[in-house]
Protein backbone atom coordinates (compact mmCIF):
# COMPACT_ATOMS: atom_id res chain seq x y z
CA UNK A 1 0.00 0.00 0.00
CA UNK A 2 2.89 2.67 -1.00
CA UNK A 3 0.66 4.70 -2.61
CA UNK A 4 -1.57 5.25 0.39
CA UNK A 5 1.48 5.31 2.86
CA UNK A 6 2.98 8.27 0.55
CA UNK A 7 0.15 10.25 0.95
CA UNK A 8 0.65 10.35 4.31
CA UNK A 9 4.01 10.79 4.69
CA UNK A 10 3.38 14.03 2.13
CA UNK A 11 1.07 15.10 4.42
CA UNK A 12 3.03 14.97 7.90
CA UNK A 13 5.92 16.73 5.92
CA UNK A 14 3.55 20.02 4.78
CA UNK A 15 2.23 18.96 1.51
CA UNK A 16 -1.23 19.69 1.01
CA UNK A 17 -2.22 16.07 -0.01
CA UNK A 18 -4.75 13.69 1.61
CA UNK A 19 -7.33 11.16 0.76
CA UNK A 20 -10.84 10.45 0.91
CA UNK A 21 -12.71 7.41 1.48
CA UNK A 22 -15.62 6.31 -0.22
CA UNK A 23 -18.06 4.80 2.81
CA UNK A 24 -20.91 3.91 0.35
CA UNK A 25 -22.04 0.32 -1.88
CA UNK A 26 -24.48 1.67 -4.16
CA UNK A 27 -23.42 0.78 -7.52
CA UNK A 28 -23.68 3.84 -9.38
CA UNK A 29 -22.21 6.01 -6.51
CA UNK A 30 -19.05 3.50 -6.89
CA UNK A 31 -19.33 3.93 -10.56
CA UNK A 32 -18.99 7.90 -9.86
CA UNK A 33 -16.05 8.10 -7.89
CA UNK A 34 -13.83 5.94 -9.89
CA UNK A 35 -14.86 8.20 -12.89
CA UNK A 36 -12.96 10.55 -10.83
CA UNK A 37 -10.63 8.56 -10.18
CA UNK A 38 -9.51 8.05 -13.74
CA UNK A 39 -10.58 11.76 -14.19
CA UNK A 40 -7.87 12.62 -11.63
CA UNK A 41 -5.26 9.60 -12.59
CA UNK A 42 -5.53 8.93 -8.58
CA UNK A 43 -5.76 6.30 -6.29
CA UNK A 44 -8.91 5.71 -5.06
CA UNK A 45 -10.10 4.47 -1.24
CA UNK A 46 -13.38 2.95 -1.04
CA UNK A 47 -14.66 1.20 2.94
CA UNK A 48 -17.15 -0.83 3.65
CA UNK A 49 -18.50 -1.04 6.91
CA UNK A 50 -18.75 -3.88 9.22
CA UNK A 51 -22.99 -3.48 9.25
CA UNK A 52 -22.77 -3.04 5.30
CA UNK A 53 -20.44 -6.14 4.79
CA UNK A 54 -19.27 -9.04 6.82
CA UNK A 55 -19.18 -12.74 6.85
CA UNK A 56 -23.19 -13.21 7.76
CA UNK A 57 -23.61 -10.53 4.67
CA UNK A 58 -24.29 -7.27 6.43
CA UNK A 59 -27.46 -5.27 5.02
CA UNK A 60 -25.95 -5.49 1.25
CA UNK A 61 -26.16 -9.48 1.50
CA UNK A 62 -22.26 -9.45 0.83
CA UNK A 63 -19.34 -11.20 2.15
CA UNK A 64 -15.65 -8.81 2.10
CA UNK A 65 -15.01 -11.79 -0.78
CA UNK A 66 -18.44 -10.73 -2.18
CA UNK A 67 -17.75 -6.91 -2.16
CA UNK A 68 -14.24 -7.42 -3.30
CA UNK A 69 -15.75 -8.85 -6.48
CA UNK A 70 -18.32 -6.38 -6.56
CA UNK A 71 -16.16 -3.40 -6.58
CA UNK A 72 -13.71 -5.06 -9.05
CA UNK A 73 -16.51 -6.05 -11.88
CA UNK A 74 -17.50 -1.90 -11.64
CA UNK A 75 -13.93 -1.49 -12.11
CA UNK A 76 -13.47 -3.27 -15.11
CA UNK A 77 -16.95 -1.94 -16.92
CA UNK A 78 -15.24 1.54 -15.86
CA UNK A 79 -11.97 0.90 -17.22
CA UNK A 80 -9.86 1.41 -13.81
CA UNK A 81 -7.40 -0.75 -13.39
CA UNK A 82 -8.06 -2.67 -9.90
CA UNK A 83 -4.12 -1.99 -8.35
CA UNK A 84 -5.31 1.64 -8.17
CA UNK A 85 -7.96 1.22 -5.74
CA UNK A 86 -7.51 0.40 -1.68
CA UNK A 87 -10.40 -1.36 -0.51
CA UNK A 88 -10.57 -0.43 3.65
CA UNK A 89 -12.65 -1.76 6.53
CA UNK A 90 -14.66 0.98 8.27
CA UNK A 91 -15.59 0.66 12.33
CA UNK A 92 -14.32 -3.25 12.48
CA UNK A 93 -15.43 -4.61 15.64
CA UNK A 94 -18.42 -6.38 17.50
CA UNK A 95 -20.51 -3.67 16.82
CA UNK A 96 -23.04 -5.96 14.92
CA UNK A 97 -23.26 -7.91 18.36
CA UNK A 98 -23.81 -5.67 21.19
CA UNK A 99 -26.52 -7.52 22.37
CA UNK A 100 -24.35 -10.35 22.71
CA UNK A 101 -21.73 -11.44 25.89
CA UNK A 102 -18.43 -9.45 25.11
CA UNK A 103 -17.05 -13.15 24.58
CA UNK A 104 -19.21 -14.36 22.34
CA UNK A 105 -19.21 -11.21 20.25
CA UNK A 106 -15.75 -10.46 20.30
CA UNK A 107 -14.98 -13.85 18.77
CA UNK A 108 -17.41 -13.04 15.57
CA UNK A 109 -15.35 -9.53 15.26
CA UNK A 110 -12.09 -11.69 15.06
CA UNK A 111 -13.45 -13.82 12.18
CA UNK A 112 -15.39 -10.18 10.56
CA UNK A 113 -11.22 -9.00 10.58
CA UNK A 114 -10.19 -11.90 9.32
CA UNK A 115 -12.49 -11.93 6.84
CA UNK A 116 -11.40 -8.79 5.49
CA UNK A 117 -8.07 -9.64 5.78
CA UNK A 118 -8.54 -13.00 3.49
CA UNK A 119 -10.39 -11.17 1.26
CA UNK A 120 -8.04 -8.79 0.17
CA UNK A 121 -8.47 -5.59 2.32
CA UNK A 122 -5.45 -3.30 2.83
CA UNK A 123 -6.58 -0.59 5.47
CA UNK A 124 -8.64 -1.59 8.59
CA UNK A 125 -10.38 0.74 11.23
CA UNK A 126 -9.78 -1.63 14.22
CA UNK A 127 -13.00 0.10 16.42
CA UNK A 128 -13.95 -2.08 19.69
CA UNK A 129 -15.13 0.88 21.39
CA UNK A 130 -18.96 -0.04 21.61
CA UNK A 131 -20.25 -2.23 25.07
CA UNK A 132 -21.27 -5.43 24.46
CA UNK A 133 -24.66 -6.68 26.17
CA UNK A 134 -22.28 -8.18 29.62
CA UNK A 135 -19.51 -4.78 29.73
CA UNK A 136 -21.83 -2.05 31.58
CA UNK A 137 -22.83 1.26 30.18
CA UNK A 138 -19.26 1.71 28.68
CA UNK A 139 -15.96 0.46 28.02
CA UNK A 140 -12.85 1.54 29.44
CA UNK A 141 -10.03 3.26 27.01
CA UNK A 142 -7.84 -0.09 27.79
CA UNK A 143 -10.06 -2.65 27.15
CA UNK A 144 -11.04 -1.20 23.79
CA UNK A 145 -7.35 -0.94 22.95
CA UNK A 146 -6.53 -4.76 23.83
CA UNK A 147 -9.99 -6.02 22.02
CA UNK A 148 -8.28 -3.82 18.53
CA UNK A 149 -5.21 -5.08 19.46
CA UNK A 150 -6.34 -9.12 19.23
CA UNK A 151 -8.58 -7.72 15.85
CA UNK A 152 -5.02 -6.77 14.91
CA UNK A 153 -3.49 -9.84 15.49
CA UNK A 154 -5.70 -11.71 13.75
CA UNK A 155 -5.96 -9.83 10.38
CA UNK A 156 -2.32 -10.26 10.55
CA UNK A 157 -2.41 -13.66 10.19
CA UNK A 158 -5.23 -13.91 7.87
CA UNK A 159 -3.35 -12.01 5.82
CA UNK A 160 0.41 -13.34 6.30
CA UNK A 161 1.55 -10.44 3.97
CA UNK A 162 2.67 -7.79 6.52
CA UNK A 163 1.08 -5.17 3.96
CA UNK A 164 -2.22 -3.60 5.75
CA UNK A 165 -2.32 -0.45 7.25
CA UNK A 166 -4.80 0.11 10.23
CA UNK A 167 -6.55 2.73 11.96
CA UNK A 168 -7.01 2.87 15.67
CA UNK A 169 -9.51 5.01 17.35
CA UNK A 170 -13.19 6.19 17.27
CA UNK A 171 -16.03 9.18 17.30
CA UNK A 172 -18.96 10.36 18.18
CA UNK A 173 -21.69 9.96 17.44
CA UNK A 174 -21.63 6.13 16.34
CA UNK A 175 -21.46 4.91 12.81
CA UNK A 176 -24.56 5.57 11.58
CA UNK A 177 -25.39 9.02 11.87
CA UNK A 178 -26.21 11.14 15.29
CA UNK A 179 -29.76 9.70 16.52
CA UNK A 180 -31.02 12.99 17.37
CA UNK A 181 -30.70 16.71 16.59
CA UNK A 182 -27.16 18.25 17.90
CA UNK A 183 -26.55 21.32 20.09
CA UNK A 184 -22.61 20.92 20.23
CA UNK A 185 -19.72 19.32 18.78
CA UNK A 186 -16.96 18.75 21.50
CA UNK A 187 -13.55 18.76 19.47
CA UNK A 188 -11.04 15.84 20.80
CA UNK A 189 -9.36 16.75 23.64
CA UNK A 190 -5.25 16.01 22.97
CA UNK A 191 -4.57 14.34 26.22
CA UNK A 192 -7.54 11.75 25.01
CA UNK A 193 -6.25 11.48 21.97
CA UNK A 194 -2.13 10.65 23.51
CA UNK A 195 -4.25 8.43 25.79
CA UNK A 196 -5.52 6.59 23.05
CA UNK A 197 -2.18 6.16 20.76
CA UNK A 198 0.20 5.20 24.08
CA UNK A 199 -2.73 2.45 25.32
CA UNK A 200 -3.03 1.22 21.66
CA UNK A 201 0.92 0.79 21.25
CA UNK A 202 0.95 -0.96 24.71
CA UNK A 203 -1.70 -3.13 23.74
CA UNK A 204 -0.51 -4.13 20.47
CA UNK A 205 2.83 -5.10 22.48
CA UNK A 206 1.42 -7.03 24.78
CA UNK A 207 -0.37 -8.82 21.56
CA UNK A 208 2.96 -9.56 20.74
CA UNK A 209 1.85 -7.13 17.22
CA UNK A 210 4.53 -4.49 18.17
CA UNK A 211 6.01 -4.71 15.30
CA UNK A 212 2.42 -4.14 13.09
CA UNK A 213 2.55 -0.12 15.01
CA UNK A 214 4.54 1.11 12.33
CA UNK A 215 1.59 0.24 10.12
CA UNK A 216 -0.97 2.22 12.38
CA UNK A 217 -1.29 5.20 9.79
CA UNK A 218 -3.98 7.60 11.40
CA UNK A 219 -5.93 7.72 14.89
CA UNK A 220 -9.72 9.06 14.70
CA UNK A 221 -10.24 12.11 16.03
CA UNK A 222 -13.30 14.69 16.88
CA UNK A 223 -12.18 17.96 14.69
CA UNK A 224 -15.93 19.91 15.05
CA UNK A 225 -17.17 18.51 11.97
CA UNK A 226 -20.17 16.47 11.81
CA UNK A 227 -23.33 16.73 10.83
CA UNK A 228 -27.30 15.82 11.78
CA UNK A 229 -30.96 15.78 10.14
CA UNK A 230 -30.83 19.10 9.19
CA UNK A 231 -27.67 20.84 10.01
CA UNK A 232 -24.11 20.59 9.84
CA UNK A 233 -21.43 22.13 11.76
CA UNK A 234 -18.22 23.15 9.94
CA UNK A 235 -14.64 23.45 10.46
CA UNK A 236 -13.28 25.99 12.47
CA UNK A 237 -9.97 25.42 12.42
CA UNK A 238 -8.70 27.82 15.35
CA UNK A 239 -11.03 25.62 17.88
CA UNK A 240 -8.62 22.43 16.22
CA UNK A 241 -5.28 23.90 16.25
CA UNK A 242 -3.74 22.31 19.38
CA UNK A 243 -4.89 18.73 17.59
CA UNK A 244 -2.74 19.88 14.12
CA UNK A 245 0.30 21.06 16.67
CA UNK A 246 0.45 17.94 18.89
CA UNK A 247 0.05 15.12 15.39
CA UNK A 248 3.76 16.54 14.53
CA UNK A 249 5.21 15.08 17.63
CA UNK A 250 3.77 11.46 16.66
CA UNK A 251 5.75 9.72 14.15
CA UNK A 252 4.02 7.98 11.22
CA UNK A 253 0.44 8.97 12.19
CA UNK A 254 -2.04 11.68 11.14
CA UNK A 255 -5.99 11.93 11.56
CA UNK A 256 -9.04 10.31 10.25
CA UNK A 257 -12.19 12.29 10.33
CA UNK A 258 -15.35 10.70 9.95
CA UNK A 259 -18.90 12.43 8.85
CA UNK A 260 -17.12 15.35 6.48
CA UNK A 261 -20.10 15.21 4.78
CA UNK A 262 -21.73 18.50 3.50
CA UNK A 263 -18.87 20.83 4.69
CA UNK A 264 -18.10 24.16 2.90
CA UNK A 265 -15.50 23.70 0.25
CA UNK A 266 -12.92 25.46 1.70
CA UNK A 267 -13.35 23.50 5.36
CA UNK A 268 -11.93 20.46 3.29
CA UNK A 269 -8.68 22.25 2.13
CA UNK A 270 -8.17 23.49 5.90
CA UNK A 271 -8.74 19.90 7.22
CA UNK A 272 -5.88 18.59 4.57
CA UNK A 273 -3.40 21.18 5.52
CA UNK A 274 -4.35 20.53 9.31
CA UNK A 275 -2.75 16.98 8.76
CA UNK A 276 -6.79 15.61 9.03
CA UNK A 277 -5.55 13.36 5.65
CA UNK A 278 -8.01 10.69 5.72
CA UNK A 279 -11.45 12.01 5.07
CA UNK A 280 -14.37 10.25 4.99
CA UNK A 281 -17.76 10.59 3.28
CA UNK A 282 -20.49 8.67 3.20
CA UNK A 283 -24.30 10.07 3.30
CA UNK A 284 -23.36 13.11 1.05
CA UNK A 285 -22.88 10.50 -1.66
CA UNK A 286 -26.51 8.99 -1.43
CA UNK A 287 -27.69 12.12 -0.60
CA UNK A 288 -26.51 13.73 -4.07
CA UNK A 289 -27.58 10.01 -5.76
CA UNK A 290 -31.56 11.13 -4.17
CA UNK A 291 -31.17 14.63 -5.25
CA UNK A 292 -30.30 13.17 -8.87
CA UNK A 293 -32.99 10.91 -8.95
CA UNK A 294 -36.24 12.67 -7.31
CA UNK A 295 -35.21 15.60 -9.93
CA UNK A 296 -35.21 12.90 -12.28
CA UNK A 297 -38.81 11.96 -11.26
CA UNK A 298 -40.18 15.45 -11.08
CA UNK A 299 -38.54 15.64 -14.95
CA UNK A 300 -40.74 11.90 -15.62
CA UNK A 301 -43.88 13.87 -14.70
CA UNK A 302 -43.64 16.47 -17.60
CA UNK A 303 -43.22 13.69 -19.86
CA UNK A 304 -44.74 10.62 -19.10
CA UNK A 305 -48.22 9.94 -18.74
CA UNK A 306 -48.87 9.40 -14.93
CA UNK A 307 -50.27 5.24 -15.42
CA UNK A 308 -46.87 5.01 -16.62
CA UNK A 309 -44.85 7.31 -14.01
CA UNK A 310 -42.36 5.34 -12.42
CA UNK A 311 -43.74 7.08 -8.87
CA UNK A 312 -40.50 7.12 -7.18
CA UNK A 313 -41.02 9.30 -4.92
CA UNK A 314 -44.20 7.90 -3.59
CA UNK A 315 -42.38 4.71 -3.87
CA UNK A 316 -39.48 5.84 -1.24
CA UNK A 317 -42.30 6.49 1.20
CA UNK A 318 -44.27 3.34 0.79
CA UNK A 319 -40.69 1.52 1.14
CA UNK A 320 -39.68 3.24 4.38
CA UNK A 321 -43.23 2.78 6.34
CA UNK A 322 -43.30 -0.68 5.61
CA UNK A 323 -39.43 -1.32 7.07
CA UNK A 324 -39.01 1.51 9.25
CA UNK A 325 -36.22 0.07 11.33
CA UNK A 326 -33.55 2.26 9.13
CA UNK A 327 -34.56 5.49 10.44
CA UNK A 328 -37.27 5.27 13.11
CA UNK A 329 -34.77 5.61 15.60
CA UNK A 330 -32.68 8.33 13.75
CA UNK A 331 -36.35 10.90 13.36
CA UNK A 332 -37.50 11.21 16.42
CA UNK A 333 -39.98 14.27 15.32
CA UNK A 334 -43.54 14.48 15.60
CA UNK A 335 -45.56 12.41 12.83
CA UNK A 336 -46.28 15.61 10.69
CA UNK A 337 -42.68 16.25 10.62
CA UNK A 338 -41.42 12.57 9.19
CA UNK A 339 -42.08 12.75 6.20
CA UNK A 340 -39.49 15.61 5.94
CA UNK A 341 -36.90 13.87 7.49
CA UNK A 342 -37.67 10.23 5.57
CA UNK A 343 -37.30 11.98 2.51
CA UNK A 344 -34.77 14.87 2.52
CA UNK A 345 -32.86 14.63 5.86
CA UNK A 346 -28.66 14.91 5.40
CA UNK A 347 -28.59 11.47 7.38
CA UNK A 348 -30.03 10.32 4.14
CA UNK A 349 -31.41 7.07 5.85
CA UNK A 350 -32.94 6.38 2.00
CA UNK A 351 -29.58 5.12 1.63
CA UNK A 352 -30.72 1.86 3.12
CA UNK A 353 -33.40 1.14 0.99
CA UNK A 354 -31.82 1.44 -2.34
CA UNK A 355 -31.68 -2.14 -2.73
CA UNK A 356 -35.32 -2.78 -2.24
CA UNK A 357 -36.86 -4.80 -5.32
CA UNK A 358 -39.97 -2.33 -5.23
CA UNK A 359 -36.91 0.64 -5.11
CA UNK A 360 -35.11 -0.65 -7.60
CA UNK A 361 -37.96 -1.36 -10.10
CA UNK A 362 -38.77 2.20 -9.28
CA UNK A 363 -35.17 3.37 -10.33
CA UNK A 364 -35.34 0.77 -13.92
CA UNK A 365 -38.67 2.24 -14.80
CA UNK A 366 -37.09 5.76 -14.59
CA UNK A 367 -34.48 5.67 -16.44
CA UNK A 368 -36.30 3.67 -18.90
CA UNK A 369 -38.60 5.87 -19.41
CA UNK A 370 -36.54 8.72 -19.57
CA UNK A 371 -34.05 7.17 -22.09
CA UNK A 372 -36.98 6.71 -24.53
CA UNK A 373 -37.93 10.18 -23.95
CA UNK A 374 -35.31 12.92 -24.24
CA UNK A 375 -35.00 15.34 -22.19
CA UNK A 376 -35.83 18.71 -23.41
CA UNK A 377 -32.46 20.98 -21.81
CA UNK A 378 -35.59 23.37 -20.70
CA UNK A 379 -36.02 20.74 -18.18
CA UNK A 380 -32.49 19.94 -17.53
CA UNK A 381 -32.28 23.83 -16.73
CA UNK A 382 -35.20 23.91 -14.39
CA UNK A 383 -34.59 20.72 -12.08
CA UNK A 384 -30.85 19.66 -12.42
CA UNK A 385 -28.85 23.25 -13.59
CA UNK A 386 -25.76 22.33 -12.87
CA UNK A 387 -26.05 18.71 -15.26
CA UNK A 388 -27.73 21.50 -17.71
CA UNK A 389 -24.08 23.77 -17.64
CA UNK A 390 -22.28 20.12 -17.90
CA UNK A 391 -24.40 19.42 -20.83
CA UNK A 392 -24.21 22.37 -22.72
CA UNK A 393 -20.59 21.83 -22.28
CA UNK A 394 -20.14 18.54 -23.49
CA UNK A 395 -18.97 17.43 -20.62
CA UNK A 396 -21.68 14.81 -20.74
CA UNK A 397 -24.85 13.45 -22.30
CA UNK A 398 -28.52 13.99 -21.55
CA UNK A 399 -28.93 10.23 -20.56
CA UNK A 400 -30.43 9.34 -17.36
CA UNK A 401 -27.64 7.68 -16.06
CA UNK A 402 -24.52 10.26 -17.20
CA UNK A 403 -27.08 12.91 -15.13
CA UNK A 404 -27.04 10.96 -11.87
CA UNK A 405 -23.33 10.39 -11.82
CA UNK A 406 -22.64 13.73 -13.04
CA UNK A 407 -24.52 14.80 -9.78
CA UNK A 408 -22.29 12.66 -7.48
CA UNK A 409 -19.43 13.90 -8.76
CA UNK A 410 -20.27 17.13 -8.24
CA UNK A 411 -19.28 15.36 -4.63
CA UNK A 412 -16.67 13.76 -4.97
CA UNK A 413 -15.10 16.61 -6.97
CA UNK A 414 -15.20 18.73 -3.90
CA UNK A 415 -13.03 15.92 -1.84
CA UNK A 416 -10.48 15.42 -5.24
CA UNK A 417 -9.38 19.13 -5.34
CA UNK A 418 -9.03 19.49 -1.04
CA UNK A 419 -6.67 16.25 -1.14
CA UNK A 420 -5.13 16.86 -4.18
CA UNK A 421 -4.31 21.22 -3.81
Known amino acids: ?16 RGVYSVCCAHPLVIEAAMRQSLKDDSVLLIEATANQ ?12 QDFVS ?3 KIARKVGLATERIILGGDHLGPVCWVDEPATQAMEKAVELVKAYASAGFKKIHLDASMPCSDD ?4 SDAEIAKRAALMCHAAEQACGDGDIMYVVGTEVPPPGGAKEDLQTIEVSDVAGVQQTIELHQEAFRQQGVESVWSRVIAVVVQPGVEFDNHQVFAYQRAQAKRLKDFIGSVDNLVYEVHSTDYQPEQSYHELVQDHFAILKVGPQLTYALREALFSLSYIEEQLIAPASCSQLRAVCEEVMLEKPGYWDKFYKVADEHAA ?10 IRYYWPEAKLQQAVSTLFNNL ?3 PIPETLLSQFMPNQFNALRKGDISATPRDLVLNKIMEVTNVYSLACNQ
Not at 56 to 62: D, P
Not at 136 to 139: E, R, S, T
Not at 340 to 349: F, I, T, W
Request: with cysteine.
Open 1 to 16: MKALKTIINNNRAGQL
Open 340 to 349: LYRAYSYSDR
Open 70 to 72: FVH
Open 136 to 139: GACL
Open 53 to 64: VNQYGGYTGMTP
Open 371 to 373: AAQ
